[in-house]
């Protein structure tokens, strides 16, 4: 039986936390399923219950940047990110300390962490009561779409895990950012909640060596994390759709091409603030809906590829992308 904790249970979640056990908790980004990134076997029991292949590392929580700064070696780069975005969607790859208190295996034991300090005020306040960091990787299945609300945490991990701490809706929608700093170059691993060109105007250009999605990203990731084929709806998905089909589903970005069979609307105005809000609601809806009744695809219309857009479009390239699953007999 998994908890679903009110905001005036932070309390019992912190505990929780501190006792050893896995709670999903909002940020502003999606919901973290959270443990005590000290305990090995809190950590390991992660990545049991989201099904999680052991060499992709996850991101560690903190409530300030000082606290983040205490496991990780911050260059001039991190510090100056970390005071313009902070608390908020970026996460930061830096060199482990050696005296980083958080388990090796949050980091598949590489020699760096990614670290983050959560806007949300729940995260925070929670992060605050725990004292430790606290390593949170999105809270679903792995290989399926992130969960913005505690029912979608449910959905996926009820019975696998503790408590949810349920603080509504996220009010970003899509991952946090990940860049790494912890070469010379900085590598955007991840786009996300922060747009790069909102992060090139602090510390200049920012490095992309492969389109994420791409077959040779696909073969050797980066980012140990960054296989192709993620966030995948049971319903194939069809990018770039200028027309629709009656038996598809529709994902659409502004006015809604006419004709298929169900709609969801990512935004009427072309907002991409609130069309990233809505993704992740938007395909696990449509793809329940749809196969509910009867349709055979998702149809999703063009976002533009700047600011959010950019995450947007690689969370449907994703989702769109051929899964390793669904190729074995
Ligand atoms: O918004 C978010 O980042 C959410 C919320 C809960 O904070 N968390 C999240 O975690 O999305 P997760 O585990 O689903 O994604 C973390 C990504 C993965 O692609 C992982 O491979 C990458 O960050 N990552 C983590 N540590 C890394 C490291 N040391 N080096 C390279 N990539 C790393
Ligand atoms: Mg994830």
């Known amino acids: 039986m998994t908890e679903r904790l009110g905001p005036e249970e932070i309390a019992r979640a912190a505990a929780l936390l501190r006792a050893g056990a896995l709670v999903a908790f909002p940020t502003e980004t999606v919901y973290g399923l959270g443990a005590d990134a000290c305990n090995g076997r809190a950590v390991a029991a992660v990545f049991e219950a989201k099904g999680r292949p ?16 205490a496991d ?8 100056a990110l970390a005071a313009a975005f902070w608390p908020g969607p970026l996460s930061l790859v830096l060199p482990r300390r050696a005296g980083c208190r958080v388990d090796l295996l949050a ?10 300090v959560p806007a949300h005020p729940l995260a925070l306040d929670l992060l605050r009561r725990v004292d430790r960091p606290v390593a949170a990787p999105s809270a679903n299945r792995s290989g399926r779409v992130s969960p913005t609300t505690a029912q979608d945490v449910l959905e996926e991990l009820g019975g696998r895990i503790a408590a949810v701490l349920d603080g509504g809706p996220c009010p970003v929608g899509l991952e946090s950012t990940v860049l790494d700093l912890s070469g ?7 786009p996300g909640g922060v747009p790069p060109e909102a992060i090139e105007a602090v510390i200049g250009p920012v490095g992309r060596d492969r389109p994420s999605g791409s077959a040779a990203e696909a073969a050797t990731p980066r980012s140990p994390g960054l ?17 629709v089909a009656p038996d598809e589903a529709l ?10 069979g ?37 149809a999703a ?10 995450a947007i479009n690689d969370r449907l390239a994703r989702a769109a992308a051929p899964r390793p699953d669904a190729a074995r007999p």
């Not at 052991?54 to 700064?69: E, K, T």
């Not at 219309?301 to 950019?310: I, N, Q």
């Open 301 to 310: 219309m063009p976002v533009p590829a700047h600011g959010l857009g950019l």
């Open 72 to 79: 990780v070696r911050p260059d001039a780069r991190a510090r």
């Open 184 to 190: 010379r170059g900085v590598v955007l691993l991840r």
């Open 251 to 260: 994902l659409a970005f502004g006015r809604p091409l006419p004709g298929a």
């Open 227 to 243: 296989l192709a084929s993620h966030y995948a709806p049971s319903l194939p998905l069809r990018l770039n759709a200028t027309s």
């Open 262 to 298: 169900l709609v969801w609307s990512l935004s009427e105005s072309g907002d991409l603030r609130e069309a990233a809000a809505r993704l992740f609601a938007g395909l696990r809806w449509l793809d329940t809906e749809g196969a509910r009744r009867g349709l055979r695809r998702i």
């Open 54 to 69: 052991r060499f992709n590392p996850l991101i560690c929580h903190y409530a300030s940047a000082d606290a983040a700064f």
């Open 107 to 116: 980091s598949a034991g590489l020699d760096t962490l990614a670290v983050r």
